[in-house]
């Protein structure tokens, strides 16, 4: 199988789980020479039984600089995979995300209305637009797996959990907002809910949510990494909400429950124990 953004935080240890399994895969990435955005390239990667896309840009204070950039990344890139899947008769999981703005009810479904709430969501949700059109004309199997706020080990240093493990270390937590709550889901969890999609047969173009079913906020998430860490850490907060926050966020498992057998198994507090460990941040501060 083919594992596109095999370099990436979800794709570089879903490629290794895999290999675990004992499944042959072929990865690909941008930092290792592959312009998923090129048809070309894409053309020549070879063929395979399952294409697994877990590349593209995920920030979104950067999605708002450069649109026309995640368009290319997430969705152009998508094009081109679901067009070589087509072409070789595969299977298609698609690495999507939280995609449903606004919630109306908690916890939130997937047949909830789906929302833009900036540039990035509204490149995620083109790509689900081209899977859809892709299973109707080339009668591609499509799983979409929209991921709720994921964490884990090795995962990009501006985003929430890293930031509080780098102020773990430094002695001291900086945050704009201590309200906003999220359903955070760890990586192992993703990885897991990856490996079941893949082998899931269906005939259809389903998307299934992949959260822990339970939202924390902002203050709880600092509280529980600081414990981790078992050190004294000056947290503050500057109750500088953004504009457009989005309160609380819950997902509804029931239908990856369902699908996949598929249910989270690392609770957020074991969860932030054993990447406190990982990365350095256990006892940093003397």
């Given at each position: 199988?083919?594992?596109?953004g095999?370099?990436?935080?979800i794709?570089s240890?879903l490629?290794?789980r895999l290999r675990r399994d004992g499944?042959s895969v072929?990865?690909?990435a941008r930092?290792l020479g592959t312009d998923?955005?090129s048809p070309e390239?894409v ?5 395979f039984?399952v294409?697994v896309?877990a590349a593209g ?5 950067a999605?708002?600089?450069d649109?026309?950039?995640f368009?290319r990344?997430n969705?152009?890139a998508?094009r081109?995979?679901?067009?070589l899947a087509?072409r070789?008769?595969?299977?298609f999981?698609?690495?999507?995300s939280?995609v449903?703005?606004m919630?109306?009810t908690l916890?939130?479904?997937?047949t ?21 059109v892709a299973?109707r ?5 499509v ?8 964490y884990g080990?090795?995962?990009r240093?501006d985003l929430?959990?890293?930031?509080i493990?780098a ?10 907002d201590?309200a906003?709550r ?6 192992d969890d ?8 893949i082998?899931?047969r269906?005939?259809?173009?389903e998307?299934v ?12 998430l ?20 953004r504009?457009t926050?989005?309160p609380?966020v819950?997902a509804?498992v029931r239908?990856?429950?369902a699908?996949l057998?598929?249910?989270p198994?690392?609770?957020?507090e074991s969860g ?8 350095g941040?256990?006892g940093a501060?003397p």
């Amino acid at each position: 199988m083919l594992v596109a953004g095999c370099t990436g935080f979800i794709g570089s240890a879903l490629a290794a789980r895999l290999r675990r399994d004992g499944l042959s895969v072929v990865g690909v990435a941008r930092g290792l020479g592959t312009d998923l955005a090129s048809p070309e390239q894409v053309r020549d990667l070879g063929v395979f039984d399952v294409v697994v896309n877990a590349a593209g840009r995920t920030s979104v204070p950067a999605s708002h600089s450069d649109a026309e950039g995640f368009e290319r990344d997430n969705v152009v890139a998508v094009r081109n995979l679901l067009d070589l899947a087509g072409r070789t008769g595969a299977r298609f999981v698609q690495a999507g995300s939280y995609v449903y703005g606004m919630p109306r009810t908690l916890p939130i479904d997937e047949t909830h209305p789906i929302a833009a709430h900036n540039p990035y969501a509204a490149s995620k949700i083109a790509a689900e637009r081209a899977c859809a059109v892709a299973h109707r004309d080339l009668d591609t199997p499509v799983t979409v797996l929209r991921i709720f706020n994921v964490y884990g080990s090795g995962q990009r240093g501006d985003l929430l959990v890293p930031t509080i493990l780098a102020g773990i270390r430094r002695g001291e937590i900086r945050l704009a907002d201590a309200a906003p709550r999220r359903d955070f889901v760890h990586v192992d969890d993703v990885v897991d809910a990856f490996a079941r999609a893949i082998g899931w047969r269906h005939g259809g173009c389903e998307v299934v949510n992949i959260g822990s079913g339970r939202s924390t906020s902002v203050a709880e998430l600092v509280d529980l990494a600081v414990r981790a860490a078992r050190r004294e850490v000056r947290v503050r907060f500057a109750d500088r909400p953004r504009p457009t926050e989005i309160p609380d966020v819950v997902a509804d498992v029931r239908k990856a429950r369902a699908v996949l057998g598929w249910r989270p198994r690392v609770d957020l507090e074991s969860g932030l124990v054993d990447l406190v460990r990982a990365e350095g941040a256990e006892g940093a501060v003397p």
